[in-house]
């Protein structure tokens, strides 16, 4: 029974701390126990926070979109699916669990505690399960601000480095020697504007393919954006940059 009670004790002071690195306090504890219950800690599925990171994953996309089409109104359809997509991404959640050291407060199996790095998967998934516990233990302004203050700076980062689109040449290179087997070509279709302050329109090729072209303010910029829109073309969505 001893043992029970320090057990008991020990877990009430790490929910304690957790609380106070996230700067929120629950009224229902059990919402934040279990959004940081991974399967493997816990005693049975249902118990995990498989549910929490399923809904809150919903929440978060619809923050971030609701977010960047208030706050960026110069960005088309194309940009703001690609800035979302970085924003919500495994890695950024991984991130930003990683910031508030949420690996401190996981409750986790012992194959996996003692692996020591926690993988970035299950980090990126407790901070979705910790989204919805704060949405189910409050209401919908108080969650959207939470993961605002989260994510914002993610946002920002994307927005002000173009973090987006910097590795869209790679993303294609890749693709087309997987796919292809040859590397694609980058070629310029056209420049405009004085010799100080040049555009240059650049299309993306992979074999006889020819892709969508951009135009872009240096030659690197318009390449970039160019393959972007192969990509697009490739995955079927909507062009980034159309207007080539």
Known sequence: MAGHDVAGNRETALLEKCQQQIGYRFRQLEL????????????????SNERLEFLGDSIVGLVVCEQLFHRFPQYQEGDLTKIKSFVVSRQSCAAVSRRLQL????????????????????????????????????????????????????????VQQKLWHANAKSELQTLAQREYGVTPRYQVLDEQGPDHSKCFKVAAHIGARSFAPAWGRTKKDAEIKAACNALAQLRGEPLPYPHG
């Open 32 to 47: 934040l126990r279990a959004a940081l219950t991974h399967t493997s800690g816990a005693n049975t599925r249902a118990a």
């Open 103 to 158: 690996d401190r407060f996981l409750f986790l199996g012992k194959g996996l505690s003692q692996q020591g790095e926690i993988p970035e998967n299950v980090l990126a998934d407790v901070f979705e399960a910790l989204v919805a516990a704060v949405y189910l233990d409050s209401n919908w302004d108080t969650a959207r601000q939470w993961v605002l203050r989260c994510l914002e700076p993610v946002m920002e980062q994307a």
